[in-house]
C-alpha cells in the first residue's frame, strides 16, 4: 500500500501515524477514525489528508484497501520442496530442454571466456555456477556490476549466461546490454521463455515452475536452475 514515494512525501504526523499503522495493521482495520485520531495523537483532518497521499478518497477506502492488504498476507502459501520440484520435471523435462543444454554446453566449449550476471538470489546462484563451472574444468567468472570495465581479451569470443526469475530484471538487461555490445554470446536461464531476457538470448533454457512470492519477497524455487547449470557444467566436463 505505501510506495518509496509515498513514504517520502509524509510529514512529521503523517510519518507517526504510518508508524502506527505499519504496527497495528490489523486492529486500525476496524478502527473508526476518531478511534484512530485518538490513538495517534492527530487529527481527523490528518487522518484524511493521509489518505489522499496513498490515493484513497477517505477513510472507509483506506480501510478496505487495508483489509485487502491484511487477507494477501494471511493467505500466501508456499509450496513444499517436492510440489516444486514435480512440477519442474513434469513441465520442463518432456519438453527439449536436454536439446537446449546439449546446445549450451557446445557454445560454451568454444568460447575463450564465461561471464555470468544475475541479481539477487539470481546473482547468488550466477556465483555459484561461476564457481562449479571453474571446478569442472571451464573458467568462469561473475560479474555483479553493469559497469565492470571488461577488457579485449576477455570480450573476444565470450559467452554471458544471464539468470532472471522473471527475465524483467532491469539491472540484468543493462548488463546484458553491455555484453551484447561487445559481442558477448548470451545464454539466459529464465522461468519466461516469452520475457525480454529470453527475448534478446542466443540461446534461452526456460524451466516452468508457478511464480511464488512471500510478502513482497519472490521465493519463487531456485532448484530447476542448479539443476540446468550442474547439467551443463557435467557435459562440458565429458
Do not use: W
Not at 102 to 121: H, L, M, P, R, Y
Not at 131 to 154: N, T, V
Amino acid at each position: 500500500m505505501f510506495t518509496a514515494e509515498m513514504i517520502a512525501s509524509f510529514n512529521d504526523l503523517e510519518t507517526s501515524l504510518y508508524n502506527y499503522i505499519s504496527q497495528n495493521s490489523e486492529k486500525v482495520a476496524y478502527m473508526r477514525i476518531r478511534e484512530l485520531a485518538d490513538e495517534t495523537h492527530v487529527s481527523t483532518a490528518t487522518i484524511l489528508r493521509f489518505c489522499r497521499k496513498i490515493n484513497c478518497e477517505g477513510f472507509s477506502e483506506f480501510k478496505v484497501k487495508l483489509k485487502m492488504e491484511n487477507e494477501r498476507k494471511t493467505k500466501t502459501t508456499i509450496k513444499t520442496p517436492q510440489q516444486s520440484i514435480t512440477e519442474f520435471f513434469e513441465r520442463t523435462l518432456e519438453g527439449d530442454i536436454e536439446d537446449k543444454m546439449n546446445q549450451a554446453a557446445k557454445t560454451i566449449t568454444e568460447a575463450d571466456t564465461v561471464i555470468f550476471i544475475g541479481t539477487g538470489s539470481s546473482g547468488i546462484l550466477a556465483e555459484y555456477g561461476a564457481r562449479y563451472f571453474s571446478s569442472m574444468g571451464k573458467f568462469s567468472i561473475y560479474i555483479k556490476d553493469p559497469h565492470f570495465p571488461i577488457h579485449a581479451k576477455f570480450r573476444n569470443n565470450s559467452v554471458t549466461i544471464a539468470l532472471s526469475v522473471s527475465g524483467e530484471t532491469p539491472f540484468t538487461l543493462a548488463q546484458m546490454n553491455q555484453l551484447k555490445k561487445v559481442n558477448s554470446t548470451i545464454i539466459s536461464i529464465t522461468n519466461d521463455k516469452h520475457s525480454t531476457v529470453a527475448k534478446i538470448s542466443t540461446i534461452n533454457i526456460p524451466y516452468y515452475v508457478t511464480v511464488e512470492h512471500c510478502e513482497n519477497a519472490n521465493v519463487t524455487t531456485q532448484v530447476p536452475v542448479v539443476y540446468i547449470l550442474e547439467s551443463i557444467a557435467r557435459k562440458l566436463h565429458q
